[in-house]
């Protein structure tokens, strides 16, 4: 193999397929990078064993080859090279990487142990912007939980709801996020039961996707993405775990919420900030509910303690709430409204909160509640 590539072409490619693979652990070939040189183009693929990427550049290929490199070492060294082109030959068993009077020489992987990836399904492909979908992945993520025995609560949930909806929610026992959108083309492909996205794909996803619009499409066992210009393509496994039946969560207490506190987001949130200086024992925020002033109290057996009010609307039966200050601030920061809602059923039962602005989207968090002066969480949701 011989090719001359452009740095600026490819270092963006490889520092994604990079940070996918593992850096000391796991198998070898999990930490390599595969070069594939033919025809114009140089395919660049790195998988963890879960997470496939590929990226095809642009290249002068001299002589076609297939070679596998350890991808960390790879990658860091052409991000420190300089701007410009770079060449890459192969010598029977080791890889020259050559600049100008600069040349490096790095040992390869055995070919036998590349396998192919699965191929982009052309046939169930939709576009979706990829700052929308970044957007819904920040509003749901942090409420997935992280801990792996609990099974399906470890995934974010897509499924196809009423005629063109998408409804997209996480849950870790004592949250629950759910953002709704309307896409007929995305609606249409989704299975009956729709399907599930682990956590730990997520936070890679992310990096991948940029503002630009993506192609989606899914096979029986994958979800796959692709840049519209087919430069790239980025795929995992879809999740086996069943998710909780969370309708049945939310009709439960639908029509129990019968207190609303309607308050400025960013002076909550301020008010918080400073309140959970005094957190030191029992992690949460008394909430006493008047109808025009809304009262927060703190307290730390070794730090003090600390009161502020903040003016409000509310109107309810409840008198007095504890929640947990920071899950509240957490919550409040993933809302774009200005003005937010805090609807309450009960001292422990959930509470849902909505913002003015924040269409089709809201959160349910547990209160806390108080005996003999501690606070812990009553239940999950």
Not at 19 to 29: D, E, H, L, Q, R
Not at 327 to 348: N, P, R, W
Request: with cysteine; aromatic share 12%; charged share 30%.
């Amino acid at each position: 193999m011989f090719i001359k590539i452009i740095k600026e072409d490819v270092i963006e490619g490889l520092q994604k397929s990079s940070s996918i693979i593992p850096v000391k652990t796991g198998a070898a070939f999990l930490r390599t990078i595969w070069l594939e040189a033919k025809g114009d183009r140089l395919k660049i693929r790195a998988t963890d064993s879960n997470i496939e990427f590929t990226g095809n550049y642009p290249a002068i290929i001299g002589e076609e080859g297939l070679v596998g490199v350890q991808g960390k070492t790879f990658a860091d060294l052409v991000r420190k090279l300089k701007p410009g082109e770079i060449s890459l030959r192969l010598d029977d068993k080791t890889l020259i990487v050559e600049q100008g009077k600069r040349k490096y020489c790095l040992p390869t992987s055995d070919s036998s142990w590349f396998q192919e990836f699965d191929s982009f399904p052309n046939e169930n492909k939709v576009l979706l912007s990829g700052d929308i979908l970044k957007d819904i992945i920040n509003k749901v993520s942090y409420c997935i939980s992280d801990d792996d025995t609990m099974e399906g609560m470890t995934c974010m949930s897509f499924k196809a709801v009423d005629d063109e909806y998408i409804e997209i929610c996480g849950l870790n026992g004592h949250q629950f996020a759910l953002f709704k959108f309307q896409n007929e083309n995305i609606h249409k492909i989704l299975p009956e039961d729709g399907f599930l996205i682990s956590k730990k794909f997520l936070g890679e996803l992310k990096k991948w996707l940029s503002e630009d619009e993506i192609e989606i499409s899914l096979s029986n066992r994958r979800l796959f993405f692709r840049t519209k210009d087919n430069t790239e393509i980025f795929s995992f496994p879809l999740s086996t775990y069943n998710f909780p039946n969370y309708h049945e969560l939310l009709n439960k207490y639908e029509n129990q919420f019968n207190s609303v506190l309607e308050i400025n987001k960013n002076d909550l949130i301020d008010s918080l900030d400073r309140l959970i200086i005094f957190n030191s024992d029992t992690s949460s925020t008394y909430f006493k509910l008047n109808e025009n002033e809304l009262l927060l109290y703190v307290e730390g057996n070794e730090i003090g303690e600390a009161y502020e009010s903040l003016p409000c609307n509310y109107k309810g039966s409840i008198n007095d709430i504890v929640l947990l200050t920071k899950d509240v601030i957490d919550i409040l920061s993933h809302f774009d409204s200005e003005i937010v809602k805090f609807y309450f059923s009960g001292k422990t039962d959930p509470c849902k909160i909505i913002g003015e602005e924040d269409y089709n989207y809201f959160v349910i968090t547990m209160p806390v509640e108080v005996e003999e002066d501690v606070y812990y969480i009553e239940e999950e949701a």
